[in-house]
């Protein structure tokens, strides 16, 4: 079974903060990685793609990618409110065909004013 | 553009009835997925369609059927609800070219 973890939170950060938000994957052969974000009630919408090791930047949001630890995060800088919202990990399987996703169960991330 | 559209929005059935959930998109995608998500389980996968004419399975396919209508329209049936088939259905369309899911609003369905 491929997995994809990820803490269930709440992760709870001051406004102003960095949020840190992690996910590991347990099959090796992934190729890409993805960040969406859901907000209560609402559907998932992407925020982040990654597919090489090391970092990507897209403005307060930075994905972060190590393949050889299984292991990729989401930073978000000078976190607002807004921010306030379910952060689902996504990964694509090696061989997939068809573009399906493993998704892990979310982090919930809480930006306290 | 509407992206992509999921009717119902919600549905309340008794255990052992039939529904079909819709859904469309209109912005020439040849993939599409049905998923459920339920609370703490994240999304999980249920069929998929790589492209028009083909279907697969995914994570939890037990107790669904699925039927690629045509390139825009993906739709999901329930043959004989279950109390377990209580969930929220999403489905979503892939554009290959940025390598992105868009999901629609999804179903809020209640099974008694």
């Known amino acids: 079974q491929k997995e994809v973890e990820q803490n269930s939170g709440p992760l709870s950060v001051p406004e102003g903060a960095i949020a840190s938000l992690n996910c590991t994957y347990s099959d090796r052969g992934s190729q890409s990685f993805f960040w969406y974000r859901q907000y209560s009630g609402k559907s998932p919408e992407l925020i982040m793609s990654?597919?090489?090791?090391g970092d990507k930047e897209d403005g307060r949001f930075t994905a972060q990618l190590n393949k050889a630890s299984q292991y990729v995060s989401l930073l978000i800088r000078d976190s607002q409110p807004s921010d306030s919202a379910t952060y689902l990990c996504a990964v694509r399987p090696d061989g997939n065909q068809g573009g399906k996703l493993i998704f892990g169960q979310g982090t919930e991330l809480s930006v306290k004013p | 553009n509407a992206g992509v559209t999921q009717t119902p929005k919600f549905q309340v059935l008794k255990t052992g009835q039939s529904m079909t959930l819709q859904c469309a998109q209109d912005m020439n995608h040849n993939s599409m997925y049905w998923y459920r998500q339920d609370p703490g389980m994240g999304l999980r996968l249920i069929y998929y369609?790589?492209?028009?004419?083909?279907?697969d399975k995914g994570e939890v396919p037990n107790g669904y059927n699925v039927s690629r209508l045509n390139k825009r329209e993906f739709s999901l049936r329930l043959e004989s609800a279950a109390p377990s088939q209580t969930s929220v259905y999403f489905c979503?369309?892939?554009?290959?070219?940025?390598?992105?899911?868009?999901f629609g609003p999804g179903t809020r369905l209640t099974v008694l």
């Open positions: 990654i597919y090489s090791n």
């Open positions: 979503a369309s892939r554009a290959a070219s940025t390598d992105t899911q868009y």
């Open positions: 369609s790589a492209s028009e004419g083909t279907t």
